[in-house]
């Protein structure tokens, strides 16, 4: 038996030859009006290919970061979209007797939606937990390194962790107080 072979040229309408095909795919694309026949071995397709579909690479310029606010906008969304529960009870409701496949097919579409927005609030709620959490914020992070340094100090003067703290309280913008030495 000898191998088929990618014998049809294709082309798009601005002249750019693709990789050859095979008969059968090239009477695929013209039957579904994917293509059109030039000649007896050239096709031209309707719609060229998009050549940097995997090309492209995602880009850190376009993604905004989460915040808690976003995730509770997105979670608000979610309430408020439940179009498809309606549509579902709806159609579920003007079923006529006998049609009880039909019923279930739509109960198994509202359920596994319902399912997929519980597992979307759940992930919502991680993400929220992650952003509220004490080491999401930058300050409580910085003092808790600062703490985590401190712990070193541990037999220090008092002067000398005054000078430490003073240093420390400059660093975080905050206000030094004199007095509390």
Not at 3 to 8: D, Y
Not at 31 to 46: N, Q, V
Not at 65 to 89: H, M, Q, W
Not at 118 to 140: F, G, H, K, V, W
Request: aromatic share 4%; proline share 3%.
């Amino acid at each position: 038996m000898t191998p088929i072979e990618k014998n049809i040229t294709v082309v798009d309408e601005r002249g750019n030859e693709y990789e050859a095909t095979y008969p059968k795919r090239a009477r695929g694309l013209v039957k579904h009006g994917r293509a059109r026949f030039i000649d007896e071995h050239t096709i031209c397709l309707a719609c060229p290919p998009n050549m940097n579909l995997e090309d492209q690479s995602m880009s850190d310029n376009n993604t905004q970061p989460f915040t808690a606010e976003s995730l509770l906008e997105k979670l608000d969304l979610i309430v408020r979209e439940n179009d498809y529960l309606r549509d579902g009870l709806k159609a579920i409701g003007s079923l006529e007797e006998g049609q009880s496949e039909t019923a279930s097919a739509l109960v198994s579409i509202v359920q596994a939606r319902e399912t997929t927005n519980q597992r979307i609030i759940a992930l919502y709620a991680r993400m929220y937990e992650d952003l509220r959490s004490p080491l999401a914020n930058e300050d409580t992070r910085k003092m808790e390194q600062l703490r985590q340094a401190a712990e070193l100090f541990k037999g220090a003067s008092a002067t000398s962790m005054g000078s430490i703290r003073r240093l420390a309280e400059k660093m975080l913008g905050l206000s030094a107080d004199e007095d509390d030495d």
